[in-house]
Every structure is written in C-alpha cells, then in structure tokens.
C-alpha cells in the first residue's frame, strides 16, 4: 500500500547519507490489522520551533540523488504526488529522531527544515490536512510528501496509496484545515481539473521553440507553449499535458527527468 522505506544512518562528509523510502522486494508495509478511527485525531498545530539537530544537514545524498535542505522555507508551495507509510515504522525514529507515529498527524519531506508545519490538501476530493514535517522522505520516483498513516485516512486516500496533492507551508496561528463534511472521497487517482507539467519557461519564443523540438525527438508530443504578459517582458512557458491521473503524472515526470530537466514541475493554470 504505502511507500517502502529503508534507513541509513551513514555520516559522510559533507554529506549525510538518510534514512528513506525505498522498495526492498518482499518487505512491504501496511496498514494497520486493526484500523484505529482517526476522523477525531487533530491537525496539527502550527508552532514555532528551533530545527532539530538531527535530519537538517546543508546538503545530503540518498541512492544516488543529492538533496538540499532549506534555509528558508517562507513561501514554499508545490503541487505533486503524495504516499503514505504505516506499520512498518511504527515506533521506529524518524530522521529528526523523534520515533514515528503512524497515528500523528506527521509526514516526510526531503528538503523542508524539520520540523515544519504544511498543509496538504488532496486535489481529487477537496480534503485538507495540517501536519507536522519531521521525517525525510519519500524516496521512491518524483513524489513530493509521504504521509503519516492517520493522514492519509483523513485525507481519504489510504486504499490507493497516492494522490495529487497541493503542499504549502504554513506558519503559528494558521487555523486548522477542513474536509468537506459528506462528501465522498474521489478516487486518489483522480485529477481536479487540468493539470501540466512544465517543463521549461523562456523569455525568447526560439528558445521555447527548440525545447518543444527536442521533447519531440524523444517521443513526447503532448506539448504546448503559453504565452504569459509580465510587466514588459513575454514568457514563454513550454508545458506538457494536460495530465489526467497520478500514473500519468509520475511516468511523465521520471521521463522528462531521465533528459535532464530537473526543474520540471506541475502547474495547474
């Protein structure tokens, strides 16, 4: 169901090599036998809160990938996939080196300074979440956020495992997230309205042009250039889609990556 994950505790210099989500074949995780009901559990309360001394190092790698963690997390906001981890690691430490809570209200992130405060909001069904960031993670494809299990339930996405989510920071005296009361939760696969990814934004059309060209040579037609007005300037925003599932979303962006484009991003507008 949800993400595997795998822990490294390696220090290296200047990196630090992280405990993650990875796929050992035949070591699966799992929701719990039992379901607790988690529909009473709390948001999270957003706080201030000094960095942890674990899990916040400049910069550290994980198979192969090199991360950095940010100094500043003011403004952040991203739309992607999300996942979810449960009975595997529960009870086992965190990257902040709290121990893990499948029943907290708590995610993984791989950049954010833990701990950190974001709010999720499921984008097929409308639901939100607050959780408390203080775990890295997931490792596995181009996913953006892993949740804690308890989450994952209030956002009615636990039987699919992931979802498109928008992920934004949030600060003390942000108020609690809501979830539309009777409403049925969409499939997780679902999309809300037309997403893209884009790929590329030039200010000169030629060189939006030759992007468009060479997404062509590798098999990827599905592309189109927006013109956007900034003041006196024209961007030219190269996007591919629109994209109409989570499969769709993640095969798309692990292709364009594979060519290099790792500033490749979703955009809805």
């Known amino acids: 169901m949800g993400p595997e994950r795998r822990r490294w505790l390696l220090a290296l ?22 379901p607790r009901d988690v529909s009473n559990i709390p948001d999270a309360v957003p706080q201030a809160e000094p960095r942890s001394r674990r899990g916040n190092p400049p910069v550290y790698e994980v198979m192969g990938r090199r991360y950095y963690v940010m100094n500043d997390a003011a403004g952040y906001r991203e739309r992607g996939v999300a996942s979810w981890y449960g009975t595997k690691f529960h009870g086992r430490l965190t990257s902040s080196g709290e121990p893990y809570d499948m029943y907290a209200m708590t995610a993984a992130h791989k950049t954010l300074p833990l701990p950190s405060y974001v709010r999720v909001t499921h984008l097929g069904n409308g639901r939100s979440v607050i959780v408390r960031v203080n775990d890295r993670g997931p490792f596995i494809g181009e996913r953006i956020i892993d949740l804690s299990y308890a989450a994952a339930v209030r956002l009615g996405m636990q039987e699919e495992g992931t979802a498109l989510v928008d992920v934004e920071i949030v600060g003390p005296g942000t108020t609690a997230a809501t979830a539309p009361a009777g409403k049925p939760a969409a499939t997780a696969t679902a999309v809300a309205g037309p997403v893209w990814l884009q790929v590329g934004a030039f200010s000169d059309a030629d060189n939006a042009a030759r992007l468009e060209a060479r997404l062509a040579e590798h098999g990827i037609g599905e592309v189109v250039t927006r013109q956007e007005r900034r003041r ?19 095969g798309m962006l692990a292709r364009v990556r594979a060519l290099g484009f790792d500033d490749a991003h979703l955009a809805a507008d």
Request: charged share 20%; proline share 12%; aromatic share 4%.
């Open 13 to 34: 210099a200047p990196l630090l090599l992280f405990a993650g989500c990875a796929t050992p074949p035949g070591d699966q995780d799992s929701a719990p036998a039992r």
């Open 232 to 250: 006196l300037q024209t961007i030219y925003r190269v996007r591919i889609g629109p994209l109409a599932s989570v499969d769709e979303i993640e």
